[in-house]
T-cell receptor
Framework: DAGVTQSPTHLIKTRGQQVTLRCSPK?????VSWYQQALGQGPQFIFQ???????QRGNFPDRFSGHQFPNYSSELNVNALLLGDSALYLC???????????FGPGTRLTVT | GQQVMQIPQYQHVQEGEDFTTYCNSS?????IQWYKQRPGGHPVFLIQ?????EVKKQKRLTFQFGEAKKNSSLHITATQTTDVGTYFC???????????FGQGTTLQVKP
């Protein structure tokens, strides 16, 4: 039973560029949440997807957008990258209405 | 706003000593979860507390949810080097609401 997978593992981008991060949920899960974790901080909620719709959103600008596909996998897109977007981006999957979340290994994004 | 405060930020203990981290919210939580993140790793779910005054135990770990559902604690008895990591609490303010993480408590255990 595969857990949550994320790709790529690491990414280096330049300011102003755009990036797409990918997540495959744990088998059987239908809900995907994305988090940004800066060094030494707790994960910050970006948004949550269920039934291919954004259900909840945290305090992140519109530069952060996402998508969920019919197979429940998800993408996180960030436009016009800023230096401050450098962080570990975590994807977590769960069953809708069930609170336990399983986190993936994360994508380490560095913006130079 | 919805914010979860966690203290202390760091804790260094001698192996065998006890450890406690505390989590507080200014408003009532629907439920609270605890996660452990090892250095270089990702958060791993430990437990969820839902009921007022709830206490749950996992071997040497004891989790409590306050009567007012505004605070929670994690207590580790007789720490071991395998307990090293950052412990996060994460609260929800409604049943399908977003999860708000505390800043975490990083535990170092000296052998």
């Amino acid at each position: 039973d595969a857990g949550v997978t994320q790709s790529p593992t690491h990414l280096i981008k330049t300011r102003g560029q755009q990036v797409t991060l990918r997540c495959s949920p744990k088998s059987g899960h239908d809900t995907v949440s994305w988090y940004q974790q800066a060094l030494g901080q707790g994960p910050q909620f970006i948004f949550q997807y269920y039934e291919e719709e954004e259900r909840q959103r945290g305090n992140f600008p519109d530069r952060f957008s996402g998508h969920q596909f019919p197979n429940y996998s998800s993408e996180l897109n960030v436009n016009a990258l800023l230096l401050g977007d450098s962080a570990l981006y975590l994807c977590a999957s769960s069953l809708w209405g069930i609170y336990e979340q399983y986190f993936g290994p994360g994508t380490r994004l560095t913006v130079t | 706003g919805q914010q979860v405060m966690q203290i202390p930020q760091y804790q260094h203990v001698q192996e065998g000593e006890d450890f406690t981290t505390y989590c507080n919210s200014s408003t009532t939580l629907s439920n609270i979860q605890w996660y452990k993140q090892r250095p270089g790793g990702h958060p791993v779910f430990l437990i969820q507390l839902v009921k007022s005054g709830e206490v749950k135990k996992q071997k040497r770990l004891t989790f409590q949810f306050g009567e007012a559902k505004k605070n929670s604690s994690l207590h580790i008895t007789a720490t071991q080097t395998t307990d090293v990591g950052t412990y996060f609490c994460a609260g929800r303010y409604s049943n399908t609401g977003k999860l708000i993480f505390g800043q975490g408590t990083t535990l170092q255990v000296k052998p």
